[in-house]
T-cell receptor
Framework: RKEVEQDPGPFNVPEGATVAFNCTYSNSASQSFFWYRQDCRKEPKLLMSVYSSGNEDGRFTAQLNRASQYISLLIRDSKLSDSATYLC????????????FGAGTTVTVRA | NAGVTQTPKFQVLKTGQSMTLQCAQDMNHEYMSWYRQDPGMGLRLIHYSVGAGITDQGEVPNGYNVSRSTTEDFPLRLLSAAPSQTSVYFCASHQVGKGLQLNTEAFFGQGTRLTVV
């Protein structure tokens, strides 16, 4: 089983729509959770960290469900500029600094 | 602030050739790592380092060597290039976190597109 699994998509949504997707992770001892954004095979960049209580950054909301071992990302009022691949990233386990990456979920926002 | 500088951006090698991918960071990060990214797969860890003089293998280390003589530099060496090493390579660094948030934001180099023919 992969350490981090994501629905690859693609999710094709119109501007202004809401899109949401999940990622599951296998190691219950993982402590750090992130969403990264990657454009056209450029380098990944941090979108947001994911905290236990859930957190919001503008139009983006991230949730963590430790019991079911999944992380979600919701994008409200989608913009054309949100078109990208979103990578779910989890640290490898308890006190382990190594990061495990999902293969990414592709989102395409159309005019 | 340059962040993570990775060179070259593109490289074509013949099978059997060797080369070094350079990576340098100016953020005084303890943790540095090398990944490869192939279509349909997540970034896979090749080698990593938690500080100068310390390196360890990741998920896919075969055919690659690393060294960490300084905090800033973490070069990746391909010993004898094979077509299976055709990929996009990323170097990354992050500070070691404390407490509940074990990892801090990872910063990536711009990537190296390597083709082995």
């Amino acid at each position: 089983r992969k350490e981090v699994e994501q629905d690859p998509g693609p999710f094709n949504v119109p501007e202004g729509a809401t899109v949401a997707f999940n990622c599951t992770y296998s190691n219950s001892a993982s402590q750090s959770f992130f969403w990264y954004r990657q454009d056209c095979r450029k380098e990944p960049k941090l979108l947001m960290s994911v905290y236990s209580s859930g957190n919001e950054d503008g139009r983006f909301t991230a949730q963590l469900n430790r019991a079911s071992q999944y992380i979600s990302l919701l994008i409200r009022d989608s913009k054309l500029s949100d078109s990208a691949t979103y990578l779910c990233v989890v640290n490898a386990g308890s006190n382990d600094y190594k990061l495990s990456f999902g293969a990414g979920t592709t989102v395409t926002v159309r005019a | 602030n340059a962040g993570v500088t990775q060179t070259p951006k593109f490289q074509v090698l013949k099978t059997g050739q060797s080369m070094t991918l350079q990576c340098a960071q100016d953020m005084n990060h303890e943790y540095m790592s090398w990944y490869r990214q192939d279509p349909g797969m997540g970034l896979r860890l090749i080698h990593y380092s938690v500080g100068a003089g310390i390196t360890d293998q990741g998920e896919v280390p075969n055919g690659y060597n690393v060294s960490r003589s300084t905090t800033e530099d973490f070069p990746l060496r391909l010993l004898s290039a094979a077509p299976s090493q055709t990929s996009v390579y990323f170097c990354a660094s992050h500070q070691v976190g404390k407490g509940l948030q074990l990892n801090t934001e990872a910063f990536f180099g711009q990537g190296t597109r390597l083709t082995v023919v």
